[in-house]
């Protein structure tokens, strides 16, 4: 059984830092594109960074610059370093693993708040 567990959420003050894990059991974590989404209240959910099992990295235009996309493949662990937060970072972020023909899996999400 396929289990991705997000942990590093909590409440920043505005130009604070968090950093995200994921840590994935139950597959092949080396193969997978591993990813960050969010989703704000009223919004859409949304791609925040994706890095293939290459190492391909990709960003949202929105949090380049500020954030960095990690994994660790020993590890089974994905990470999202996030610095400069601001209050529209504000969301729940979580953890997707993709791979075609093998599926596509979900954490339960961590809740980020940037506020004063």
């Known amino acids: 059984q396929v289990q991705l567990v997000e942990s590093g959420g909590g409440l920043v003050q505005p130009g604070g830092s968090l950093r995200l894990s994921c840590a994935a059991s139950?597959?092949?974590?080396?193969?997978?594109?591993m990813a960050w989404y969010r989703q704000a209240p009223g919004k859409q959910r949304e791609l925040v960074a994706a890095i293939t099992g290459g190492g391909s990295i990709n960003y949202a235009d929105s949090v380049k610059g500020r954030f960095t996309i990690s994994r660790d493949n020993a590890k089974n662990t994905v990470y999202l370093q996030m610095n400069s937060l601001k209050p529209e970072d504000t969301a729940v972020y979580s953890c997707?693993?993709?791979?075609?023909?093998?599926?596509?899996?979900w954490g339960q999400g961590t809740q980020v708040t940037v506020s004063s």
């Open positions: 139950g597959l092949t974590f080396s193969i997978y594109t």
């Open positions: 997707n693993a993709d791979r075609k023909f093998f599926g596509s899996y």
